[in-house]
Structures are given as structure tokens and as C-alpha cells.
């Protein structure tokens, strides 16, 4: 038992959309990740997910049923939730987010197709 500090947690890494796990908390994680480019639409069918920007910006393209998209614009110390089931794409000039997950939660979700070499499909790495 000992705090963790997010900014030096985030001096761990370098990697972007690539999620460290800073805590768990009961079947959650509690994970950190830089930020930049492009991530891929990717749903989670069975649990929201929560985004707190550390750092710079973060956008959040969602698909609504109807197949209209539109971007949510999130700066530092803004908070989103993605409704599950809710198909989006994230992206970013440049920063870092803090985000709740169940445990085992891949950070691509649902996708289909390539994933850059760039995104990390994993349910999270710890520190």
C-alpha cells in the first residue's frame, strides 16, 4: 500500500495508446496512457468507458445508431464517459489521460481490421 504518483508513473513510459495500470480498485483498473495520432473505432459492448485528460487534448469521435459522427473535444482536466456499447475513435495531438476500465478490458474493444503498429491492444500493463 503506497500512493503512485501519475506524473512519474507517466515518466515510466513513453509508449502512446499504451495503457499502464496505476491501481486496481474492486474489478477495476485505474490506467494511465500518453496520447498522439490516431487510435481506431472500436466498441465496448459491455461497459462504459471513463477519460480524464492529464494533459493537452483529447478527442473522442462517436458513431450514433443513425451512423452520424461527431468529435467530443476534451482538455486538460475534463472528463468523458463513452456510453458502452457506443462505437469511437480517440485521438490527439498530443497528451495523457487517465482512464476506468474493468479489468481486462482490451483498449481496442471490438475492431475489426488492422490495428497500427503504433496502438496497443492490451487490457492494460503494469507499472
Do not use: C
Not at 480498485?25 to 466498441?43: L, Q, S
Not at 471513463?50 to 478527442?59: I, K, Q, Y
Not at 473535444?73 to 457506443?86: C, H, I, N, S, Y
Amino acid at each position: 500500500m503506497r500512493p503512485v504518483n501519475l506524473n512519474e508513473a507517466l515518466a515510466s513510459f513513453g509508449e502512446v495508446y499504451s495503457p499502464r495500470i496505476v491501481t486496481r480498485m474492486n474489478d477495476y483498473d485505474v490506467r494511465v496512457a500518453h496520447v498522439r495520432g490516431e487510435h481506431v473505432w472500436h466498441t465496448h459492448e459491455d461497459t462504459d468507458e471513463f477519460f480524464l485528460v492529464l494533459e493537452g487534448r483529447f478527442d473522442v469521435a462517436v458513431r450514433a445508431d443513425d451512423g452520424t459522427e461527431s468529435t467530443v473535444t476534451l482538455q486538460k482536466g475534463d472528463t468523458f464517459v463513452v456510453p458502452r456499447g457506443t462505437p469511437h475513435k480517440p485521438s490527439s495531438p498530443g497528451g495523457s489521460v487517465l482512464m476506468f476500465e474493468p479489468s481486462g478490458t482490451l483498449s481496442t474493444g471490438s475492431h475489426e481490421g488492422e490495428i497500427p503498429a503504433h496502438v496497443d491492444s492490451t487490457a492494460g500493463h503494469d507499472l
